[in-house]
């Protein structure tokens, strides 16, 4: 383990954020737990993917991984992120497209 400082922690969760699938997957476990066969059907992916997207949250520090029994159960890894997603949620943003006229193409804003 490392501590991290601020900057680095938001940088891990602005990684996290910026793929739709790893975004929906915090959303989904902002929910309660899931196991992968089950979070993958209910995100319309492969297993393989979830369970790349999985490793890199769970590198990030943002989910953990709970052995039971057989199988493994993927949680939060703080329940301050559900919070912090809700917030995030409840935001409203002014979004001006003049001023990235190639966000369509270059996945900026």
Same mark, same amino acid.
């Given at each position: 383990?490392? $501590?991290?400082? +601020?900057?680095?922690?938001?940088?891990?969760?602005? +990684?996290?954020?910026?793929?739709?699938?790893?975004?929906r997957?915090?959303? /989904?476990? @902002?929910?309660?737990?899931?196991?992968?066969?089950?979070? /993958?059907?209910?995100?319309?992916?492969? @297993?393989?993917?979830?369970?790349? +997207?999985?490793?890199?949250?769970?590198?990030?520090?943002? =989910? =953990?991984?709970?052995p039971?029994?057989?199988?493994? @159960?993927?949680?939060? $890894?703080?329940?301050?992120?559900? +919070?912090?997603?809700a917030?995030?949620?409840?935001?409203?943003?002014?979004?001006?497209?003049?001023?990235?006229?190639?966000?369509?193409?270059?996945?900026?804003?």
């Amino acid at each position: 383990m490392e $501590a991290l400082t +601020h900057g680095q922690v938001l940088a891990r969760f602005g +990684h996290a954020l910026s793929d739709p699938t790893r975004a929906r997957l915090l959303l /989904a476990l @902002r929910e309660g737990p899931g196991y992968p066969a089950e979070l /993958a059907d209910l995100l319309g992916t492969t @297993r393989q993917n979830l369970s790349n +997207h999985l490793s890199c949250l769970r590198g990030c520090g943002l =989910v =953990v991984a709970v052995p039971q029994g057989r199988r493994t @159960r993927y949680e939060l $890894a703080d329940v301050r992120l559900a +919070h912090a997603l809700a917030d995030l949620l409840g935001l409203v943003l002014a979004v001006d497209p003049a001023v990235c006229p190639d966000s369509a193409e270059k996945g900026c804003c």
